[in-house]
C-alpha cells in the first residue's frame, strides 16, 4: 500500500501557492532570539489567511550553520534550536489540518564536515566503502573543468584533509565535502533520509543542487547522465512506495539543461526556472519585453505531469548565473549601485529594496509571477514590502527576522535585541516599526492586502497553473500581452488575457484578437465588462507600471452583466 500525501490530487503542486521560509526568521516562542516550530505553528493562521498553499521549509536539520543548514550534520532530526522532532510532527499535522501542503530540503550533494560519516570518512582507509561517500583525490587536477560556484569565497573545488591525507571534493563551501553516487551506501542512505520524512507525511522535497551529484573526467560535472540516473532512482523509490508527494530541481541551469531533470516525466516534477527570474527584472529595467519573451521561446515544452517553479526573490542572491556577459553587466549595473549589495555571481538584495520600494512595480512584478505558467513561490517578507541590510555577511541580508509588528524586535522574539540571531531591520524605509504585518492588516490598501487578493484571484482560475501561454506580438515593445489558455475538453474552458506596462510611462497598445471575436472582457480584479472584441484590433491604454487581467468570456456567460 501506498502511502499517500496530505492531498488527493497528484497534480496538487500545479495549482499550489508555494510560501518560502526560514523557521529561525519566522517567529521564536522562548525568546532566545531563534525562531522556533513553534513559533511558527502559532502564525500558520497568518499564513493560512494569506492564502498560500505550501510551506517550503529552509533546512531545519542539526547542522553547525556555516551555510545556514545547508550544511547537515544529521538528516534525520531537528535543530535543538529549531524544536524537537516531536514540535516538527506537530507543525506538519497542524499545516495539514489546514489544508496547507509543506515541502522541505532533501540537501542530497553535499554534507557538513561535522556529518559522522565525513568524521568517519577521513579516517577510514582509502579505498574502504566507508571513505567513498566522499569523493578523494591525490591532485587537484583532477575535475578541473568544474566552475567554482562561491567566487567570493572559494578558490578551488578540492580541500586538503590532514587527517585523510588527502584533498576532498567539494562544489560549495570547502565545510561542505560532496557525497560520492558512485557509492552504493551513499544513495542507499539518502533514501533512508528521505523515506525517514515521507513516512512522517511531508508532501514535497526540494533536492538542493542536483546537478552536481555525479563527476566525471574531462566534463563540466554537472548535468551527467549518472546524475540523471540517481535522481531516477530516488523517484522511483518515492513512486514505488508513496503517492501524491512532489521532488523539486534546484538547478541553475539554462532551459535546456534543466529539462532533462524533468525525464519522461520520471525525474522530478517541478524545476526552478532560474533563467527567467533576471529577464524579469530587466525587461523592467529596460521597459522591454523582450528579455522575457526570448527565454520563454528557448524554454522547452514539459511533461504533462510536471511544472515550472516560479519565482522573484529567494533565500540566495539575485543569481546571475543563466545570463551573458552583457545581461551581467546590466544587471549589476542597474540593480547594484553599491558593490556591497553584490555576492558570488548575483545581487544579495529583497525585492522591495530592487525595485526602489516603489509599489507599481513591486504589484507589477507579482502579476507576472502570479499569471506565467508555473507555479509561484513567494519569499517571505516580500509580501508586507520588507527591506534588506547589506551590511550583514554572506546572504544574511534578506534573511533577517520577519516583522511582525512595530514593537520590540519588530514582535518576532522578546528577546533583548542583542541576543537575536541576525538583527531587525530598522532603518526609516523598510524598519519594522513601518514595515510590519499588524500595521499593513489594518491598513486595507496595503501591500500585505493586495497581495492577499491577488493570490484568491489566481486560486479562482486554474488556467494560471495549468493553461498553454501564447505571447501576443503588439507593435510597443513596452507591453508584454499574453494568452493563458486551459480547455480540458469537457466543456471546462478558460481563457485570459494578460496585458503588462514595462514603462513608467503610460502606454497605448492595439492587440489582435481576432481569433476571440465576440468574447466578453471582463476585468478580473473588478469584474468589470470591457468592450465586446471583434476583428479589429483591439485598442488598451495602461497606466505606467500597470497590469490588467481579462477574462476572456464566452458571449452567452456574461449576457446578465450591466454594462456602464
Ligand atoms: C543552494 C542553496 O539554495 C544555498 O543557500 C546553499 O548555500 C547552497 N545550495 C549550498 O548548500
Ligand atoms: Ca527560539
Request: glycine fraction near 6%; aromatic fraction near 12%; hydrophobic fraction near 40%.
Amino acid at each position: 500500500m501506498k502511502k499517500i500525501a496530505s492531498t488527493s490530487d497528484p497534480l496538487w503542486y500545479k495549482d499550489a501557492i508555494i510560501y518560502e521560509l526560514h523557521v529561525r526568521a519566522f517567529a521564536d516562542s522562548n525568546n532566545d532570539g531563534i525562531g522556533d516550530l513553534p513559533g511558527l505553528m502559532s502564525r500558520l493562521e497568518y499564513l493560512k489567511d494569506l492564502g498560500i498553499t505550501c510551506i517550503w521549509l529552509l533546512p531545519f536539520f542539526p547542522s553547525p550553520l556555516r551555510d545556514d543548514g545547508y550544511d547537515i550534520s544529521n538528516y534525520t532530526d531537528v535543530h535543538p534550536a529549531y524544536g524537537t522532532l516531536g514540535d516538527f510532527k506537530a507543525f506538519l499535522d497542524a499545516a495539514h489540518l489546514r489544508g496547507l501542503q509543506v515541502m522541505i530540503e532533501l540537501v542530497v550533494n553535499h554534507t557538513s564536515d561535522q556529518h559522522p560519516w565525513f568524521k568517519a570518512a577521513r579516517q577510514a582507509p582509502p579505498g574502504s566503502a566507508e571513505r567513498n561517500m566522499y569523493v578523494w583525490s591525490d591532485s587537484e587536477e583532477k575535475y578541473k573543468d568544474a566552475r567554482i560556484i562561491f567566487t567570493d569565497t572559494e578558490k578551488s573545488n578540492w580541500t586538503w584533509d590532514d587527517t585523510a591525507k588527502a584533498y576532498y571534493w567539494h562544489r560549495f563551501f570547502s565545510h561542505q565535502p560532496d557525497l560520492n553516487y558512485d557509492s552504493p551506501l551513499v544513495m542507499e542512505e539518502m533514501l533512508k533520509a528521505m523515506r525517514f520524512w515521507l513516512d512522517m507525511g511531508v508532501d514535497a522535497l526540494r533536492l538542493d543542487a542536483i546537478p552536481y551529484l555525479c563527476e566525471r573526467d574531462g566534463t563540466s560535472c554537472e548535468n551527467l547522465p549518472e546524475t540523471h540516473a540517481a535522481v531516477k532512482t530516488l523517484r522511483s523509490a518515492i513512486d514505488a512506495g508513496y503517492a501524491n508527494r512532489l521532488i523539486l530541481a534546484e538547478a541553475n541551469q539554462w532551459p535546456a539543461d534543466v529539462r532533462p531533470y524533468f525525464g519522461d516525466g520520471d525525474e522530478c516534477q517541478m524545476a526552478f526556472h532560474f533563467p527567467l527570474m533576471p529577464r524579469i527584472y530587466m525587461a523592467l529595467r529596460q521597459e522591454d519585453r523582450l528579455p522575457i519573451t526570448d527565454i520563454m521561446a528557448q524554454t522547452p515544452p514539459i511533461p504533462d505531469n510536471c511544472q515550472w517553479a516560479l519565482f522573484l526573490r529567494n533565500h540566495d542572491e539575485l543569481t546571475l548565473e543563466m545570463v551573458t556577459n552583457d545581461e551581467r553587466d546590466y544587471m549589476y549595473f542597474a540593480y547594484s549601485a553599491d558593490p556591497r549589495m553584490r555576492i558570488n555571481v548575483g545581487i544579495r538584495r529583497r525585492l522591495a529594496p530592487l525595485v526602489d520600494n516603489n509599489r507599481r512595480r513591486i504589484e507589477l512584478l507579482n502579476s507576472l509571477l502570479l499569471s506565467f505558467p508555473g507555479t509561484p513561490i513567494l519569499y517571505y517578507g516580500d509580501e508586507i514590502g520588507m527591506g534588506d541590510n547589506i551590511y550583514l555577511g554572506d546572504r544574511n541580508g534578506v534573511r533577517t527576522p520577519m516583522q511582525w509588528t512595530s514593537d520590540r524586535n519588530a514582535g518576532f522574539s522578546k528577546c533583548d535585541p542583542a541576543r537575536l540571531y541576525l538583527p531587525v531591520v530598522m532603518d526609516p524605509i523598510y524598519g519594522y516599526q513601518v514595515v510590519n504585518v499588524e500595521a499593513q492588516l489594518s491598513d486595507q490598501s496595503s501591500l500585505l492586502h493586495w497581495t492577499r487578493n491577488m493570490i484568491a484571484l489566481r486560486k479562482l482560475f486554474q488556467v494560471f497553473g495549468r493553461g498553454t501561454l501564447t505571447f501576443l506580438n503588439p507593435s510597443n515593445r513596452k507591453i508584454l500581452a499574453y494568452l493563458r489558455e486551459l480547455n480540458q475538453g469537457d466543456g471546462f474552458r478558460e481563457t485570459v488575457l494578460c496585458v503588462a506596462n514595462l514603462s513608467r510611462f503610460a502606454q497605448p497598445v492595439t492587440l489582435d484578437l481576432a481569433d476571440y471575436a465576440g468574447c466578453e472582457p471582463v476585468e478580473m480584479l473588478g469584474y468589470v465588462r470591457f468592450p465586446t472584441v471583434t476583428r479589429d484590433p483591439y485598442v488598451l491604454t495602461l497606466a505606467p507600471y500597470s497590469f490588467i487581467w481579462l477574462e476572456l468570456q464566452v458571449a452567452s456567460a456574461v449576457e446578465e452583466m450591466p454594462v456602464d
